[in-house]
């Protein structure tokens, strides 16, 4: 009689042979049932651009996709938020916008955490003979000459200039600065008039005024002399991206507060 039995050898190939087939049809699969990690895009003042860059650079190296930041004015950015922008994080110069925000309940709730704090100072261009001590009915306007202005970021809307209005009231000199004003866009494009002697005065954050070697400081601001300056932090309710609150829980923590104190801001 003939044997049909196949020896054991032969079998344990043939096993291995649909292991290894099994194995190379399920790997794609398997690849694309992972999910992808994709970069969380960052809305951010614009005076946080040397910080938070170096802040996305440190998360970066410990493996995650390195954050895509926008920096602008706090409230232009709030407003592309209220239009429906597709970002997950929103970091603020003040916390009007982000109440604002708050209000039409466009925040991840339990998410908003007070971030950052920061002092407001008159600036001059490097090299500038100009001395002005900082106090009630201060000669800013005379000392600004004819036809000069005081370059501050938008007054009306823009964080930046919404404290600077507050600061020179306060002083009893807002008044006397009427037509005397060069409102920009944003605190950064104010420095930038001033660095670039397109304006002999300016008033801009501290931190500002230390990234940019075009520029001194004249003097600094009384605290008093205006709200609190604070930089709020949220989670928007449109995010779906996990690495965008992984970057939020980053920035609050003590490795992200460290780089925020090493650009001279306060931390809370």
Not at 99 to 111: E, I
Not at 126 to 146: E, N, Y
Not at 167 to 187: E, F, I
Not at 201 to 217: E, K, P, Q, S
């Amino acid at each position: 009689m003939i044997s049909t039995s196949v020896p054991f050898r032969a079998v344990a190939r043939i096993a291995t042979w649909l292991l290894l087939a099994l194995g190379c049809a399920l790997s794609p699969i398997a690849a694309q049932a992972a999910p992808e990690r994709r970069a969380p895009l960052v809305l951010a003042a614009a005076s946080l651009q040397e910080s938070l860059n170096a802040a996305a650079d440190a998360f970066a190296a410990r493996g995650h996709p390195r954050p895509r930041i926008s920096f602008a004015a706090s409230s232009a950015l709030a407003r592309q938020i209220e239009s429906g922008a597709p970002a997950d994080l929103f970091l603020s110069a003040d916390e009007q916008w982000m109440d604002a925000l708050a209000a039409k309940r466009l925040l991840r709730p339990g998410t908003r955490v007070s971030l950052l704090t920061n002092a407001l100072v008159l600036i001059a261009p490097q090299g500038s003979p100009v001395r002005l001590r900082i106090a009630p009915g201060m000669p800013i306007a005379r000392t600004l000459g004819s036809g000069r202005r005081l370059a501050v970021a938008d007054p009306a809307a823009v964080p930046a200039g919404i404290y600077a209005k507050q600061a020179l009231t306060s002083l009893r000199v807002w008044n006397t600065l009427n037509g005397k004003l060069a409102p920009a866009d944003s605190v950064r494009s104010a420095l930038a008039l001033v660095s670039r002697r397109a304006a002999p005065l300016g008033i801009v954050y501290a931190t500002d005024a230390r990234a940019d070697r075009g520029v001194r400081v004249v003097g600094i601001f009384p605290a008093s002399s205006h709200v609190p300056i604070r930089y709020p932090l949220a989670t928007l309710a449109a995010s779906r991206n996990p690495e965008g609150e992984a970057f939020r829980r980053f920035l609050s923590s003590a490795q992200g507060k460290a780089i925020f104190r090493r650009f001279g801001f306060g931390t809370r």
